[in-house]
């Protein structure tokens, strides 16, 4: 990071001369200043202050949607921390004798005593459990929506790709801290969970029966996988989360934030609301909104009835049994597989009822991970974007985007094939066969559709650019001919409309030693699947052009500047 | 975008020294004659910037809405203190958990608004515009940087040396192998193929109730019925949990024509009393949905489905494998008793579940 | 071959859904098979099960004539009017429906006292509906169809109390029934457009007699699988829930992770996008 500063150059020298009355010296204010030099004479920390106190951060909503999140895992870090103080992560057999009635006198582990124990017997301790849960799902819902945010837009592009990657790596760690906490309270509904894991590393060829030996140490379901996973859930998976999202808040910093284009908003400048105090704030009073809205959720709504669940136990099992819902699309996956495919090959054993659903499960979760560096390496553009794109004016990533959520979405949805089926009376079996249509068709047809859609809308824009809105107002000319006026646009709005990227679909060229390499085929073409069909931006002469038919038109008419 | 802009650098702004490096725009088309940014509109005031009055009244309101997050705080303070829990009584967590919820809930709510009304009443809404520097470090920097390393480099003969370096780098490598063979023993010594093999069920063994583990009598399992069953010896064993999660069996009773048993196994049921193994050969979870007008087995789980009548086989949904039978017959006394122990492992598949 | 009462529940349960299965053969075809499977099944247990009353240490206490003869006739017109379409007007069965021969007054009153019977319209099973007679003349219809042959007889109602052992009917409930009808009675799916369904609301003595007589696709659980008393501990369970609220506060249908994820997307999520929405917007 270039460490010139340039804020003087684009603001007023001093902050305090901007529009706001000199700050009037409170009583507080000699103490503070006294603080202030204690502290910056051991720290340096004006250099900080001056740096990040006045650094501006553009105002949209979707621009909050990260910080959703990572006010969420505060919560969930707090909430999780009270928690810590009361639970047992022991599978130690104990018989319940707390104040659950439904469940006196069963045997069940320490972990569960102790999970029932936080919810019936400490005031506020089944709050905390509620809060914990709830903030934990909001948690992965808003990184969820957060990223379609940064995808649609285009924000993970140069310089940003990085930050984008450790992104998806904190999602990683997410569903991993969610997956762990599902099972630590070792009820009937996160024990048969449990199971489906062991058998879905059993079918994992060669290893699958040591990985799960190892992870259970022993059979399932032993006596040791509820304190490992705590000891991930709890010190491993933490830290890497912590240090994951130091590294993607740093990078945001160094990176500023992106703006939507704009008037006045360039690549080269960011428009928006200081961080002291205008930012601070909102992003200060927008952590305890969210922190209100899980307590609240928390207080009115129960989550994860444990005590219904009772005591994990091999026989039985409930009906409707699904993991959280980050972890649907998985399981929806593995509903998904036709009978029978477990094959026999020279004596081993091959479930490709369990391995086929884990490829397509990577595959999606990989081009995830790599598709701004897959973007970059069609487009071959190396400039920084600053800017972002809306979703119309990139139409092939839209429509990949769209066609992603498709996949992801009818494997999440084949989680609860039997909810739907009872729900809207359905056969369970008919709801699974159109899962499977939609899973392997559906994402071509979004892909398409939103295509299309996007191209559509562009020519929209286009046609309102060149023409300007219909204002509804029928003239009639002098040849007696009628037609309807067009307000032309001003120039904010036009700007809006003409200002986006554009590119082309790559030519295949010999390179410096006149060959044509198999790569850069590969590059042409998806370039071509990217690129090919493509709405320009309106250019000034096509503008000029448009205007001359209409002033010919309509005599007096209110004209463009151009 | 970008390419509108780089040439139309804005509004006075000193464009940074280090940015004007020209990089590939790659396939982007970049126009030649680019519209012109129009630059920030004019900044509207709020009602709070020219009426007094009202921004009076907003400070007023932020104020109430912080004296309003004490007095909730307070609440909840008052709702913990007040709302006791009886033990088994769930009512009274009920009433806890809402009221210390609404209390800390409501406090942090308007703590919340406060601030955000704050600023957006208050706080100077002009939007206020910063350059970005390239995220590149200055040609100057960089120079410096590698020289840093060459300097490294050079002190330490890491390049030179290559004796040192590739030691080190085998001794990095080797220094983690420690880290992976420890743990080994996360499992016990034994390999677990031979233990998966293995249930309680054995010759002789009786078929008892779950989780009661009485005895069934054949006669006593009539049509239609389906007895959720453990071995009798499971309540005695060290393993409990394990053992279950291998030995758990449902017994349904079919008119013994509708079964259509495969060669070798016409004896491994009795006057139509079939025992499957209840754990689903897809992922495991417990198949016991025993439909006895379709004599359909379905996994609540993943939604395998299969037919009793015909050797439990898989009709449905993404399990391979016929759920394991377990013969049974009864003993002198009429129980029903096992013939042996599973002739296949239970359970999902793994590698070597086929080898002998 | 040895058949016994309760081998006749399981008949009468199968009736049940007999019909629903043979008319939805018509539109699916494939169900043919399933149908004809059935009705062998109703054929063999209807002639073979008279005789075999009392060999049997099985179950479910059997009344044939506690009834008086008046009800029983007045059962037969109700019968004839209003059942005898499907199962014949002598109760022995017709393609449409099932013998109704030895399934006695428990399964009359579970199929009618819950609107099941009459059927409405064939479908995958039978569906609560309202209730369609008088509680006189359901008794009166058990009374015939008890004449009929032997079979369960309504439950005693100190077992319909809800005043067992919660623990011990909530472990039994988790062992036998929640795998169909989920760990808090919500209910669920079965194969094909079948479901179980949720157990909210249900009158003990309708949650007694469907384990007792496996009406449709649910198992027959005898008293020798699960005793009186423990069905009563488990009537005591599910009423436990009923009185018992969650302490957690709303429920949202008990219906799992399923319904707390879609809670969290629209709602949760929802209010707080809604807010961000607010709090970037610009004040006038």
């Known amino acids: ?247 993607h808040l740093l990078l945001l910093i160094i990176n500023k934030h992106t703006q939507f284009a704009g008037p006045g908003k360039t690549n080269n400048n960011v428009v928006g609301v200081p961080v002291m105090p205008v930012f601070a704030a909102k992003a200060g009073g927008f952590f305890f909104i969210v922190f209100g809205v899980i307590v609240l959720i928390a207080s009115l709504f129960t989550i994860n009835p444990i005590w219904n669940y009772g005591p994990y136990d091999p026989s039985p099992v409930s009906a409707g049994t699904q993991p959280d819902w980050y972890i649907g699309f998985a399981d929806g996956a593995l509903r998904l597989a036709p009978p029978h495919w477990e094959v026999v090959w020279g004596g081993y054993t091959v479930s490709f009822n369990i391995l086929v659903p884990i490829v397509v499960l990577m595959g999606l979760l990989a081009t995830v991970a790599f598709y701004p560096f897959i973007e970059g390496w069609v487009t071959g553009d190396k400039r920084e974007h600053h800017i972002l794109d809306r979703p119309r004016n990139a139409p092939t990533r839209t429509a990949i985007g769209a066609a992603l959520m498709t996949l992801y979405a009818a494997l999440w949805a084949a989680a609860s094939s039997d909810l739907m089926a009872t729900h809207f009376k359905l056969s369970l079996n008919q709801v699974i066969h159109v899962m499977q249509f939609l899973t392997v068709i559906g994402p071509f047809i979004a892909f398409w559709i939103t295509k299309r859609v996007c191209l559509a809308l562009q020519k929209k824009d286009r046609e309102i650019v060149l023409h300007g809105h219909e204002s509804g107002r029928i003239v009639r000319l002098p040849g007696g001919e009628y037609i309807e006026v067009h307000e032309p646009l001003t120039d904010y709005e036009r700007w809006n409309l003409v200002s986006y990227n554009e590119y082309e679909p790559l030519m295949v060229r010999p390179n410096a030693r006149g060959v044509v390499t198999p790569i850069e085929r590969i590059r042409a073409s998806v370039s071509g699947f990217f690129f090919e069909d493509r709405i320009s931006p309106v250019t000034k002469a096509e503008i000029e052009a448009a205007h001359h038919d209409s002033h010919a038109e309509i005599d007096g008419g209110p004209g463009g500047k151009h | 975008m970008a390419d509108h802009d780089d040439e139309t650098p804005q509004a006075g702004s000193a464009v ?69 829990i009886t033990p088994g009584d769930t009512g009274s967590i009920r009433l806890n958990n809402l009221f210390l919820g ?255 | 071959m040895k058949i016994s009462p309760s081998a006749k529940l399981a008949s009468s349960a199968t009736k049940g859904a007999r019909k629903s299965v043979g008319a939805k053969s018509k539109r699916t075809g494939r169900r043919s098979p399933l149908a004809t499977v059935s009705l062998i099944v109703v054929g063999l247990l209807t002639t073979g099960g008279a005789y075999a009353l009392f060999t049997s240490t099985a179950t479910a206490e059997t009344s044939t004539s506690s009834n008086s003869q008046a009800t029983v006739n007045e059962g037969k017109k109700l019968f004839a009017a209003n059942c005898a379409t499907c199962h014949n007007v002598n109760g022995s069965g017709t393609e449409a429906g099932p013998s109704l021969v030895g399934v006695g007054e428990a399964s009359v009153d579970f199929q009618v006292g819950t609107g099941r019977m009459p059927a409405a319209a064939n479908g995958p099973q039978a569906l609560k509906k309202p209730v369609q007679f008088t509680n006189e003349d359901i008794q009166a219809m058990a009374a015939y169809v008890a004449s009929l042959g032997t079979g369960p007889s309504e439950p005693e109602t100190k077992y319909l109390q809800a005043n067992g052992d919660t623990a011990k009917g909530a472990e039994l409930f988790r062992i036998n029934c929640a795998m169909c009808h989920n760990v808090a009675g919500a209910g669920g799916a079965l194969t094909q457009g079948k479901f179980a369904p949720a157990l909210k609301g249900v009158t003990s003595k309708h949650i007694y007699e469907a384990m007792l007589t496996g009406p449709q696709n649910m198992p027959v659980f005898n008293d020798l699988n699960i005793t009186p008393q423990e069905k009563a501990d488990i009537i005591t369970y599910l009423k436990y829930l009923e009185k018992n609220p969650s302490p957690g506060g709303f429920e949202l249908g008990n219906l799992g992770p399923v319904s707390e994820g879609l809670f969290i997307w629209i709602f949760g999520l929802g209010a707080i996008v809604a807010i961000t929405v607010w709090l970037t917007a610009r004040s006038n």
């Open chain 1, 1 to 247: 990071m270039i460490t010139t500063t340039t804020t003087t150059e684009s603001q007023p020298t001093s902050y305090a001369e901007q529009g706001n009355a000199p700050v009037r010296p409170a009583k507080g204010m000699k103490f503070m200043g006294a603080a202030a030099n204690y502290v910056d004479e051991r720290t340096s920390i004006s250099g900080l202050v001056k740096e990040v106190g006045r650094k501006i951060f553009p105002d949209h909503w979707s621009f909050m949607l990260g910080e959703v999140a990572l006010y969420s895992f505060v919560v969930i870090l707090l909430s999780g921390t009270f928690l810590t103080f009361f639970f047992q992560p022991s599978m130690a057999e104990v018989t319940y004798n707390g104040s659950y009635v439904p469940l006196k006198g069963i045997d069940m582990s320490a972990a569960m005593q102790s999970a029932l124990n936080i919810s019936f017997d400490i005031r506020g301790g089944l709050l905390f459990r509620q809060i914990h849960h709830w903030a934990a799902l909001l948690f992965i819902a808003a990184i969820g929506l957060h990223m379609l945010r940064i995808y649609f837009t285009g924000a993970f592009r140069k310089p940003r790709e990085i930050n984008w990657f450790i992104g998806f790596v904190l999602f990683i760690l997410a569903l991993a801290e969610g997956f762990t906490g599902y099972s630590l309270p070792d009820d009937l509904l996160s024990g048969n969970g449990l199971r489906i894991i062991d058998g879905m590393v059993k079918g994992i060829p060669v290893i699958g029966v040591w990985i799960s030996y190892l992870l259970f140490g022993g059979e399932f379901p032993g006596t040791a996988v509820v304190s490992r996973l705590y000891s991930l859930h709890i010190m491993l998976l933490p830290a890497l989360l912590i240090a994951m999202l130091g590294a």
């Open chain 2, 16 to 84: 940074e020294k280090s940015e004007p490096l020209k990089v590939s725009a790659g396939t982007a088309v970049i126009p030649t004659d680019p519209f012109e940014n129009p630059g920030e509109p004019a900044h509207h005031l709020r009602v709070t910037d020219i009426d007094p009055v009202e921004e009076k009244k907003a400070a007023r309101q932020v104020s109430t809405l912080f004296f309003a997050s004490i007095v909730f705080s307070c609440l909840a303070v008052a709702a913990y203190i007040a709302f006791p």
């Open chain 2, 102 to 356: 609404l209390g800390i809930a409501l406090g942090l709510l308007a703590i919340g608004i406060g601030a955000v009304h704050w600023s957006k009443t208050i706080m100077p809404a002009r939007e206020i515009t910063e350059m970005r520097h390239g995220t590149r470090g200055s040609d100057a920097t960089r120079a410096k940087a590698a020289e840093v390393f060459e300097l490294g480099n050079k002190e330490s003969g890491f390049g030179r040396r290559s004796l040192i370096r590739n030691s080190l780098f085998g001794a990095l490598f080797a220094f983690i192998l420690p880290g992976v063979v420890i743990f080994r023993d996360l499992g016990p010594k034994v390999d677990p193929n031979v233990v998966l093999r293995h249930t309680l069920w054995k010759k002789g063994m009786h078929l008892t109730l779950d989780p009661s583990g009485t005895r069934i009598k054949a006669a006593d399992v009539t049509l239609g019925s389906a007895f959720h069953v453990i071995p009798e010896s499971l309540l005695e064993s060290e393993d409990l949990l394990e053992e279950k999660a291998k030995a758990a069996v449902l017994v349904m009773r079919l008119n013994p024509d509708d079964l259509n048993e495969p060669e070798g196994r016409e004896n491994w049921q009795y006057n139509g009393i079939v025992a499957y193994s209840k754990i689903c050969t897809h992922v495991g979870c417990p198949v016991a949905l025993y439909e006895q007008q379709t004599h359909h087995l379905l996994c609540p789980c993943h939604q395998s489905t299969f037919d009793v009548t015909d050797n439990c086989k898989v009709i449905f949904g993404p399990a391979s494998r016929p759920l394991p039978q377990l013969p049974i017959t009864v003993d002198a006394e009429g129980y029903l008793v096992a013939q042996s122990d599973f002739h296949e492992p239970v359970g999902p598949s793994f590698w070597e579940r086929d080898r002998a």
